[in-house]
């Protein structure tokens, strides 16, 4: 089936460590984003990439890394800069043509401990 | 720059009542608007979007919502609520063109249906 698929669904981090949350889509889009979300606060847009090897920032882009070296892949790095990394990350791709529907994966679940 | 506001953080209503979720957007342009519905610890699952087509949109699970410009409004209604329809809704407008297109989401509002 086509879709979005984001692991892990939950992962722990101590303080001070990097961690990595996949996302890989089989849909043949061109536009892969990453939102975070907290309660209370909706999605907001952490980095967003239109084709491979090319990305830019969001809202909220002070302590992640991402990379496109191929389409269907999007992973984000939550570095040890993110002061309060704990939250729900959901990744989202579309086709990059205006108007078009952005389908979302499950979300991964990042807790620091 | 585009926003949009979703008044009331919780909605409850009885099982058969109306559902009617409110959002109010601003936007320079045209703006393509959507709502998204989201149960616990899933994603978002896209119910309607509106693209200029027509101001009333009908979505899925028997949600829709109308289009008013001179309101910036894009409420989301359903005739009969069902206890299914427990989620968290969010309303969307896109900033940007083509490739470069995002999505501002509302903060969120999260309906409760009573038996």
């Known amino acids: 089936d086509g879709g979005i698929t984001q692991s892990p669904k939950y992962l722990f981090r101590k303080e001070g460590q990097n961690v990595t949350l996949s996302c890989e889509q089989n849909l043949n889009h061109d536009a892969m984003y990453w939102y975070r979300q907290d309660p209370g606060q909706g999605l907001r847009l952490i980095y967003y990439s239109q084709i491979v090897n090319d990305f830019q920032k969001g809202d909220i882009a002070e302590g992640y890394s991402v990379s496109r070296e191929k389409k269907e892949s999007f992973p984000l790095t939550v570095t040890s800069a993110q002061k309060n990394p704990t939250a729900f990350y959901l990744c989202?791709?579309?086709?990059?043509?205006?108007?078009?529907?952005?389908?979302f994966g499950e979300g991964s679940w990042l807790t620091v401990v | 720059a585009q926003s949009v506001t979703q008044l009331g953080s919780h909605v409850s209503v009885s099982e058969g009542a109306l559902v009617l979720l409110r959002c109010n957007y601003s936007?320079?342009?045209?703006?393509?608007l959507f709502w998204y519905v989201q149960y616990p610890n899933q994603g978002l699952q896209l119910l309607l979007k509106y693209t200029s087509a027509a101001t009333l949109v009908k979505g899925i699970n028997g949600f829709e919502a109308e289009f008013k410009k001179s309101e910036t409004s894009f409420h989301l209604t359903k005739p009969s609520a069902h206890m299914s329809d427990a989620a968290e809704y969010f309303c969307a407008v896109s900033r940007g063109q083509g490739g470069s297109e995002k999505l501002v989401f509302g903060k969120g509002t999260k309906l409760t249906v009573n038996p």
């Open positions: 989202a791709s579309r086709q990059g043509v205006t108007g078009n529907t952005i389908y």
């Open positions: 936007s320079s342009v045209p703006p393509y």
